[in-house]
């Protein structure tokens, strides 16, 4: 999907396809693989797109869920309006990448790492914990989700990441959307 937008000199790039949910059985290592793949600085992404190949300043991935229904995944990049081909092949080329190979050590330190520092967050006010505990006993989860999926999180592998990454990437699957200056 293309939007002309003349008065630019970079493309804003969009790539992505519906998400999971929060309740799906591998939804802690979609949580570590989506912070390998592009939810970090350090990530797959960021080191491919723009490190690597210089081809965006800002690059990110991101895979949203929800309880009752699915969340969506996406990918973003900004670049110049001559390179918006190539990093969209940089960008699918590192989603299907992480069906494939698992990752380093350092990586999952990295996802993992990404939401543990965050955990303590959820604890920070007391309207957070008592909107959390409603939401879980109207969906009928356990008080304790967040617990259980810190542990979990925590429990995660390199092979449980790309069984994620192969259960729930679909790049044969993938929208794209650039908003740009067609002639460049």
């Given at each position: 999907?293309?939007?002309?937008?003349?008065?630019?000199?970079?493309?804003?790039?969009?790539?992505?396809?519906?998400?999971?949910?929060?309740?799906?059985?591998?939804?802690?290592?979609?949580?570590?693989?989506?912070?390998?793949?592009?939810?970090?600085?350090?990530?797959?992404?960021?080191?491919?797109?723009?490190?690597?190949?210089?081809?965006?300043?800002?690059?990110?991935?991101?895979?949203?869920?929800?309880?009752?229904?699915?969340?969506?995944?996406?990918?973003?990049?900004?670049?110049?309006?001559?390179?918006?081909?190539?990093?969209?092949?940089?960008?699918?080329?590192?989603?299907?990448?992480?069906?494939?190979?698992?990752?380093?050590?350092?990586?999952?330190?990295?996802?993992?790492?990404?939401?543990?520092?965050?955990?303590?967050?959820?604890?920070?006010?007391?309207?957070?914990?008592?909107?959390?505990?409603?939401?879980?006993?109207?969906?009928?989860?356990?008080?304790?989700?967040?617990?259980?999926?810190?542990?979990?999180?925590?429990?995660?592998?390199?092979?449980?990441?790309?069984?994620?990454?192969?259960?729930r990437l679909h790049p044969d699957a993938l929208q794209i959307l650039v908003v740009g200056k067609g002639k460049d």
């Amino acid at each position: 999907h293309y939007v002309e937008k003349n008065d630019i000199n970079q493309s804003k790039i969009y790539i992505g396809h519906i998400g999971g949910l929060q309740i799906d059985t591998d939804y802690p290592d979609v949580i570590v693989m989506n912070t390998i793949l592009g939810g970090a600085f350090g990530s797959r992404l960021f080191n491919s797109v723009r490190s690597r190949e210089g081809l965006a300043y800002a690059v990110f991935g991101v895979y949203t869920a929800n309880v009752n229904y699915p969340g969506i995944f996406y990918n973003f990049a900004s670049t110049k309006s001559e390179t918006t081909a190539k990093a969209i092949r940089e960008i699918i080329k590192e989603v299907k990448r992480m069906q494939t190979d698992p990752p380093t050590p350092e990586e999952m330190k990295l996802g993992k790492d990404g939401y543990l520092n965050s955990f303590v967050f959820q604890f920070d006010a007391k309207s957070k914990v008592i909107n959390r505990l409603l939401n879980y006993d109207f969906y009928g989860l356990p008080a304790d989700f967040n617990v259980r999926l810190k542990d979990r999180i925590e429990q995660c592998t390199p092979e449980a990441v790309n069984a994620a990454a192969k259960n729930r990437l679909h790049p044969d699957a993938l929208q794209i959307l650039v908003v740009g200056k067609g002639k460049d």
